[in-house]
């Protein structure tokens, strides 16, 4: 049998915001559906009340992983200014109870990685200066971006709202919500959603494959009161656990 060029397909997880049972979750079914290539597009860390266990299964289950905002700002490399006072407080609680270990790998991380095999481009926020965090949080926010990489896909997170973005071979802009399927010569941004704290209003965990066919959005049923109940046992505010159950 002659070597297949096409790609093997890949899993995109973002925002898990350490929340142990969306990411548990999400994990069983990108393995129940034979994918083995998964990577994380940010904030692995911040709001919910398991950074060390989540982290501890993304640096064993993820190729690859880029920095996200709270990442960054729980090991201080980026400032808690911008931060809404509960995000802020969720930051500083999980610097208390932040493995060593893992605040090193936290620290290191790149704000953009390449993957060739899908050419795609995979970073937290948006292309342009990626280290200024900004949202794409519609098809129409990503006009601009188009310009701002080279490859045929931008995968990002950041926003918690999953979608697909095309731009035609003549510079048309197509919304895609939950799949699409690939056409010569058209280039594409997907936001992945986020696994641990969604906000479209659909509480399950979100997170996107792309394939050799094309690219799609997956959701998943998780242990909502599981994740409340860690939330609210660590102390933090009640707001990050009742958001979870309306995925807002
Ligand atoms: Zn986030």
């Known amino acids: 049998m002659p070597h297949s060029p096409a790609a093997t397909a890949v899993a995109l997880i973002s925002d898990i915001h350490s929340n142990l049972e969306a990411l548990t979750a999400v994990l069983a079914h990108i393995e129940a559906q034979g994918i083995a290539e998964i990577y994380c597009?940010?904030?692995?860390?911040?709001?919910?009340?398991?950074?060390?266990?989540?982290?501890a299964l993304v640096r064993q289950r993820c190729r690859g992983t880029v920095a996200g905002n709270h990442d960054w700002a729980c090991v201080g490399l980026t400032d808690t200014e911008r931060f809404n006072p509960t995000a802020a407080l969720a930051v500083h609680w999980t610097q208390t109870v932040l493995a060593k270990e893992h605040a090193q790998y936290?620290?290191?991380?790149?704000?953009?990685?390449?993957?060739?095999?899908?050419?795609a481009l995979l970073v937290h926020g948006?292309?342009?200066?990626?280290?200024?965090?900004?949202?794409?949080?519609?098809?129409?926010?990503?006009?601009?971006?188009?310009?701002?990489?080279?490859?045929?896909?931008?995968?990002v997170g950041h926003t918690h709202t999953p979608f697909i973005a095309e731009r035609s071979t003549e510079g048309r802009m197509l919304a895609h919500a939950?799949?699409?399927?690939?056409?010569?010569?058209?280039?594409?941004?997907?936001?992945?959603?986020?696994?641990?704290?969604?906000?479209?209003?659909?509480?399950?965990?979100?997170?996107?494959?792309?394939?050799?066919?094309?690219?799609?959005?997956?959701?998943?049923?998780?242990?909502?009161?599981?994740?409340?109940?860690?939330?609210?046992?660590?102390?933090?505010?009640?707001?990050l656990s009742s958001r979870l159950a309306s995925g807002r």
């Open 41 to 55: 597009l940010g904030d692995v860390v911040g709001y919910g009340a398991s950074p060390n266990e989540c982290l």
């Open 126 to 155: 948006a292309p342009r200066e990626p280290q200024s965090w900004q949202y794409l949080y519609s098809p129409d926010d990503t006009m601009s971006a188009f310009g701002d990489f080279s490859e045929r896909i931008c995968a």
């Open 106 to 119: 936290l620290s290191r991380l790149p704000l953009l990685l390449q993957l060739e095999s899908h050419n």
């Open 178 to 239: 939950l799949q699409v399927k690939f056409t010569d010569g058209a280039r594409y941004v997907v936001n992945a959603g986020s696994v641990g704290q969604p906000r479209d209003r659909d509480p399950r965990a979100s997170y996107a494959i792309i394939d050799s066919e094309g690219i799609r959005i997956e959701r998943v049923e998780y242990d909502i009161a599981g994740a409340q109940g860690r939330i609210l046992e660590a102390g933090l505010p009640e707001a």
